[in-house]
Every structure is written in structure tokens, then in C-alpha cells.
């Protein structure tokens, strides 16, 4: 079946280094993709998104790579903060709407 | 602007009672959607609507309704609920297809 998964459920990181979150898709005709960040006890926030035309796209210290050929999205944060800790989920856009993935929870020491 | 509200925040309800979650948006969004997510899960679609009067089923519909008499609200009911309910519901609205969705701040839902 078609789905959306991450490779790490969980992701340890010191303040400072940069972060990459992964994210497998099997659904290759899936056009747009979305990166959400959720703290605890909250809802997910947008953070980034990237068409299925592009390869990269930067934000304010985040950056989304898509790799087409292997079905791959990967989220990269630079200078992670103690802010960052939080759950990652990705997901695909899938017959008007959206697929999410499990998850990943990004943990960053002091 | 609030953005999207969710009331109540925290509800615990018995096998069989029924409730209605409020979801409200100040932000005049065509498109509102409830989710369900579940620990070590994803967020899981239920029903969605494109527009005031309109709703849609989603992944996991069964055991829910739901409805968009004003544009600004959307109501997720329980008409019956079940232990397997339990979990964190999260409304959220764009202004278009599905680009950007922002989410309220969750319902913990207990069935016991």
C-alpha cells in the first residue's frame, strides 16, 4: 500500500549541530509535500513545503531536499535550539488530501 | 485573529455517551478538516468540507459526523462513543486545497 514513514522514530542532537529528518514515500505521482513541527500539548505548525518540481527549498534555517528517484524527503535544520525539540511529521499530498507520517521526535541536549 | 479554537480542551465521557467537538476559525478559510492522532501515529483525516454546507469522509470516518452549517465552524459528534475514540482531535482550515493547513491546539478525548 502507499505510505508515508520515517526512517528514525527518534532523533538526538546537541545545540548547535544540524539536524536531519528523514522521510520515505511510496507514492510516486504524490506532487506536494509539507514538513510540520508539534510540541507537546500543541497542534502541528507548517514549517515547509516543497512542489514536486523542485529538488530544495530553504527557509529560515531550514532546508527540505526532495530526491524524486528514491522517494525521499529529508528536513534539515541548522544550528538546531533547544527550541527545535519537538515531533517532525511529514506528509504527502494524496488525492486532494494530505497523508501524514508517524513522526519523529527530535531531542536536542544543551 | 485566534487563528483555529477548540473547545472543550479535555473531555472524558463514558461508553455509549455522545459529545460534540467545536472547532472555530477567524481566519474566513473555505476548507476545515478533523483529525485524529493516536500515539506513535500520525494524524489521521476524518471528515473534511470544502466550503460552508459541504462535508466529506476522510480516512477513518466510522463512528463520526459532522457539520458545517456557518463557514467559520466546523462540529465533530459523537453520536456513540467507543474506546477506541479515545485519543487527540485536531481541527484545522486553509484557504485552499490543502497547501497550508493551520491546526488548533488539540481535544483529548478519554472514553472509558
Known amino acids: 500500500g502507499e505510505s508515508v514513514g520515517l526512517h528514525l522514530p527518534t532523533l538526538s542532537v546537541q545545540e548547535g549541530d544540524n539536524s536531519i529528518i528523514n522521510c520515505a514515500y511510496s507514492n510516486s505521482a504524490s506532487d506536494y509535500f509539507i514538513w510540520y513541527k508539534q510540541e507537546s500539548g500543541k497542534g502541528p505548525q507548517f514549517i515547509i513545503d516543497?512542489?514536486?518540481?523542485?529538488d530544495k527549498r530553504q527557509g529560515q534555517r531550514v532546508t527540505v531536499l526532495l530526491n524524486k528517484t528514491v522517494k525521499h524527503l529529508s528536513l534539515q535544520i541548522a544550528a538546531t535550539q533547544p527550541g527545535d525539540s519537538a515531533v517532525y511529521f511529514c506528509a504527502e499530498k494524496k488525492g486532494g488530501k494530505l497523508i501524514f507520517g508517524q513522526g519523529t521526535e527530535l531531542s536536542v541536549k544543551p | 485573529n485566534a487563528g483555529v479554537t477548540q473547545t472543550p480542551k479535555f473531555r472524558v465521557l463514558k461508553t455509549g455517551q455522545s459529545m460534540t467537538l467545536l472547532c472555530a476559525q477567524d481566519?474566513?478559510?473555505?476548507?476545515m478538516y478533523w483529525y485524529r492522532q493516536d500515539p506513535g501515529m500520525g494524524l489521521r483525516l476524518i471528515h473534511y468540507?470544502?466550503?460552508?454546507?459541504?462535508?466529506a469522509k476522510g480516512e477513518v470516518p466510522d463512528g463520526y459526523n459532522v457539520s458545517r452549517l456557518k463557514k467559520q465552524n466546523f462540529l465533530l459528534g459523537l453520536e456513540s462513543a467507543a474506546p477506541s475514540q479515545t485519543s487527540v482531535y485536531f481541527c484545522?482550515?486553509?484557504?485552499?486545497?490543502?497547501?497550508?493547513?493551520?491546526f488548533g491546539p488539540g481535544t483529548r478525548l478519554l472514553v472509558l
Open positions: 468540507s470544502v466550503g460552508e454546507g459541504t462535508t
Open positions: 516543497i512542489r514536486s518540481n523542485m
Open positions: 484545522a482550515s486553509s484557504s485552499g486545497g490543502i497547501q497550508t493547513q493551520y
Open positions: 481566519m474566513n478559510h473555505e476548507y
